[in-house]
């Protein structure tokens, strides 16, 4: 196994993703894989352009889905099936964030910009972002609904979930 990337709770589950390209699920009672998906096995998946590889940046999920992406495109899988569900139409980039959030996808990577999606692949806002890619996303409701973007910049994207609002600078 290479080194993961990303790695995502869901209840007694430990969902993987790393530079081998495989998705694992484990059980964390008994300490050993459940399940794999292996998304660059997946021809719809695989990109157009595949200097990208097979390595997963970025896992999520909830009791009914995984989302992963990374080298492959960003792609939602069913939970109990480990079927593929949906393909984002994100194509010109590695995908290094993606989070399930209040029944939207949030999505970004190498672009110049950060994705908010419904599960069936409808894009409801592309927020531009100041680093060439991004590495990191969080959030907050209260006392405001905030999304904060990071990456490869000295600059943190301030945004509302439809767009950037501010940038702070670290120099």
């Not at 999520?60 to 495109?73: K, Q, S, T, V």
């Not at 069913?78 to 964030?97: A, C, K, M, Q």
């Not at 969080?138 to 950037?164: R, W």
Request: glycine fraction near 10%; hydrophobic fraction near 35%.
């Amino acid at each position: 196994m290479d080194y993961i990337h990303s790695l995502h709770i869901n209840g007694n589950d430990l969902i993987s993703g790393g530079e081998d390209g495989i998705v694992n699920i484990w059980d964390l009672r008994s300490c050993k894989v459940l399940n794999k998906i292996e998304p660059y096995k997946d021809k719809k998946l695989v990109r157009t352009d595949a200097h990208l590889g097979k390595w997963i940046g970025a896992v999520g999920g909830n009791e009914d889905y995984i989302l992963c992406g990374g080298g492959p495109r960003l792609s939602l899988w069913h939970y109990r099936f480990l079927s593929n569900f949906t393909v984002f139409p994100i194509e010109d980039t590695g995908i290094h964030v993606a989070e399930i959030y209040n029944d939207k996808i949030l999505a970004g990577g190498t672009s110049k910009f950060f994705y908010q999606m419904t599960f069936s692949a409808e894009i409801l806002s592309e927020i531009p972002t100041t680093a060439v890619t991004t590495y990191s996303a969080v959030h907050q409701e209260e006392p405001y609904k905030v999304l904060t973007l990071a990456g490869s910049s000295g600059k943190i994207d301030v945004c509302n979930f439809m767009y950037k609002n501010q940038q702070l600078s670290l120099y």
